[in-house]
C-alpha cells in the first residue's frame, strides 16, 4: 500500500475523481443555493473548488500558487475533469519532495498535496450535503483516515481562533458520523441543519 504521508498521489487521483462526479451532479436550479462553506454558494462554492485544481496543478508545474485565482472561471465539471488530468500529470514528473509555496507557507510538495486532499474532501462534504447527493467518500476509507490524520497534526484545535487561521473550532462529531462528515467536524463544519 502506498504511504500516503509521502505520496498523496494516489489518495489525490481517488478524491478528485469523486469531486469531479459530484460537480456533474449538480443541478441547473441548485447553483444559487446555500453550503455549509458560510462564504460560499453552490456556484461560488464550484468556482473555488475548480481553483483549487488549478492550484493544484500549478505547485506541481512551477511550485507556487501565486497569481492563481481563488474562484474560477469555468466551474463546470468538464473543466474540472481537464485540470485534473493536467494535475495528475504534473504531479507523475513532479518531486515530491520540492519545497513550494502555498498561502500558509513553504512546503513540501507531498504536504501541500496533502492539504489540497483535506481541502477536496471538506468541499466535497459541503457540496454533497447542498445539493442532496452522497455526502461520504465512497473510495478506501484508508484516504480519508489518512486526511484525518494529517489534518489532526496540521491544524490542531488549539490553534483555531488564531490571526490568519481560517478554520472555526472543531466540532464534536454526531452519533454515527462517517470518516467524510468526521473530516469536516475537524475542519469546523457542523452538520446541523445539513444531515438528517
Not at 504521508?5 to 489525490?12: F, G, N, V, W
Not at 458560510?38 to 483549487?52: K, M, N, T
Not at 468538464?78 to 512546503?107: C, F, I, K, Q
Request: net charge negative; hydrophobic share 45%.
Amino acid at each position: 500500500m502506498t504511504n500516503t504521508a509521502t505520496d498523496p498521489r494516489p489518495a489525490y487521483a481517488a478524491v478528485s475523481a469523486w469531486m469531479q462526479s459530484l460537480l456533474a451532479g449538480i443541478t441547473a436550479d441548485q447553483f444559487d443555493k446555500p453550503t455549509p462553506c458560510d462564504e460560499f454558494d453552490v456556484r461560488a462554492l464550484a468556482q473555488h473548488i475548480g481553483a483549487v485544481g488549478l492550484r493544484s496543478v500549478a505547485l506541481a508545474e512551477v511550485a507556487t500558487v501565486e497569481g492563481q485565482p481563488f474562484l474560477a472561471d469555468d466551474y463546470s465539471a468538464e473543466a474540472y475533469g481537464a485540470t485534473r488530468e493536467r494535475a495528475l500529470e504534473a504531479w507523475d514528473v513532479a518531486p515530491l519532495g520540492r519545497e513550494v509555496t502555498v498561502p500558509w507557507g513553504v512546503v513540501p510538495g507531498f504536504a501541500a498535496l496533502g492539504m489540497y486532499i483535506n481541502e477536496t474532501l471538506v468541499h466535497g462534504w459541503d457540496l454533497a450535503v447542498a445539493t442532496g447527493q452522497p455526502a461520504e467518500f465512497g473510495g478506501d476509507p484508508a484516504v480519508v483516515e489518512g486526511a484525518l490524520a494529517a489534518v489532526h497534526a496540521a491544524l490542531p484545535a488549539e490553534i483555531r481562533g488564531m490571526e490568519g487561521v481560517p478554520f472555526g473550532p472543531v466540532v464534536e462529531p454526531r452519533d454515527g458520523a462517517g470518516p467524510t462528515e468526521r473530516l469536516a467536524n475537524w475542519n469546523g463544519r457542523s452538520a446541523a441543519g445539513w444531515v438528517a
